[in-house]
Nanobody
Framework: QVQLAESGGGLVQTGGSLRLSCAAS????????MGWFRQTPGKEREFVAA????????SYADSVKGRFTISRDNAKNTMYLQMNSLKPEDTAVYYC????????????WGQGTQVTVSS
């Protein structure tokens, strides 16, 4: 059974940095895409960044390009999101998700970690 567990959220001032981690277990992820999403109350969950586990190819939402970096450590089965130059509008619950290369919907989700950026 696939399990995803986020960590690393917290409170940071505008302009600060945080690194989120997503520890994955339950299978190998060579044929998977792993992604970061975020959600604020009353809004839909939105895409932040994704990485193809096998190749390392990445994609980002326009709102975070140049500030956030997604990466993964194959040996540790862990994905990261380095967030720099944080803004108050980055405040959200951040979730990691996983989907296989065939399907477009994410099948697995973590429990989320809160990121709060104070102005």
């Amino acid at each position: 059974q696939v399990q995803l567990a986020e960590s690393g959220g917290g409170l940071v001032q505008t302009g600060g940095s945080l690194r989120l981690s997503c520890a994955a277990s339950g299978r190998t992820f060579n044929n998977y895409i792993m992604g970061w999403f975020r959600q604020t109350p009353g809004k839909e969950r939105e895409f932040v960044a994704a990485i193809v586990w096998s190749s390392g190819v990445t994609s980002y939402a326009d709102s975070v390009k140049g500030r956030f970096t997604i990466s993964r450590d194959n040996a540790k089965n862990t994905m990261y999101l380095q967030m720099n130059s944080l803004k108050p509008e980055d405040t959200a619950v951040y979730y990691c998700g996983a989907r296989d290369l065939i399907h477009t919907a994410y099948d697995y989700w973590g429990q989320g970690t809160q990121v709060t950026v104070s102005s």
